[in-house]
């Protein structure tokens, strides 16, 4: 583990080193190289934890998927009397993958005479899920209050699979705002900040090409003054606050669609490629059919 980390750290920093050098030749400043550096290695980072979460995500869905087939399968077990260290081992099976190598893990420690409270606590600290912590913690109640294990299993395997449905077609209630959420951050904000952009562009264009009022003596209901805004800020403006927006929305996608707001950071990047490509298609689009009118 130690010497995963330090590898990641090595190819961070040699990561950074590249970016923060070919920056210096462009600007030939320290800071902005200094600038780049700190935040290409910043993004690595969070590139990395990223990574890892969402594998360590994947990896606890399969596993709750298939728990209830493996539950079920166990009660099964111990119905045609088996022990329980015996029911468990039987009950791994290839298709289970990956919980089948945390079966064999858990059975074996049972085996050699490991307290089955115990063992069952193991694996559920090395699975790493709520929802099958709470399913272990009730599993070692009923194993406790002496109760028949075999019918609480298959129990709480019929309602894991309840709940799984149930799990599905609140996703599938909930699709239209998860598709309008995506289509107004990526389709319609941009092309909003777009024309926004453009009018800007032309007003100044517009304004600058006037004479000076205050030295005419023309008396017009409105006064026109010059816009003190900058373009070049209006550009910066609208590119940081779409991907602010981005971020925002990704995580909000990922509490409605999954209930955990890190489980919409994998959507970041498609957001942020599409807002950013329709807020320069339109720009080019309506700038083009805006210049050719003035």
Do not use: C, H
């Not at 130690?2 to 070919?22: N, Q």
């Not at 190598?101 to 085996?111: A, N, P, Q, S, V």
């Amino acid at each position: 583990m130690k010497k995963d980390l330090i590898k990641k750290i090595i190819i961070g920093l040699i990561f950074s080193l590249v970016i923060s050098s070919i920056t210096l030749l462009f600007y030939r400043k320290i800071w902005p190289s200094l600038f780049a550096f700190g935040l290409s290695l910043s993004v690595f980072f969070v590139y990395e934890y990223l990574k890892e979460y969402f594998k360590t995500s994947a990896r606890i869905k399969k596993i709750e998927d298939v728990f209830p087939d493996f539950l079920q399968l166990m009660s099964s077990n111990l119905r045609a009397g088996m022990t329980i260290d015996r029911a468990m081992l039987l009950s791994s099976r290839p298709e289970f993958a990956p919980l089948d190598e945390e079966i064999l893990k858990t059975g074996r420690d049972i085996t050699i005479g490991k307290n089955i409270d115990r063992a069952l606590l193991g694996l559920a600290k090395r699975i790493g899920s709520s929802k099958i912590d709470k399913i272990i913690f009730l599993i070692i109640s009923g194993i406790r209050s002496g109760g028949d294990l075999a019918i609480l299993l298959e129990q709480t395997s019929r309602g894991l699979r309840d709940r799984s449905i149930l799990e599905k077609k609140a996703a599938s209630s909930i699709l239209m705002y998860v598709i309008f959420i995506f289509l107004a951050v990526s389709i319609f904000a941009p092309a909003l900040f777009s024309l926004s952009n453009v009018l800007v562009t032309v007003l100044t264009n517009i304004f600058s090409g006037l004479p000076d009022i205050q030295n005419t003596n023309i008396n017009l209901p409105f006064s026109l003054s010059k816009i003190n805004i900058s373009t070049t800020f209006v550009f910066y403006f609208s590119i940081f606050f779409m991907i602010t927006i981005d971020i925002l929305a990704a995580m909000v996608l990922g509490l409605v669609n999954k209930g955990e707001e890190r489980q919409g950071l994998k959507f970041l990047p498609i957001l942020i490629v599409l807002s950013l490509t329709v807020f320069f298609l339109t720009r080019i689009i309506v700038g083009n059919f805006v210049g050719s009118l003035f």
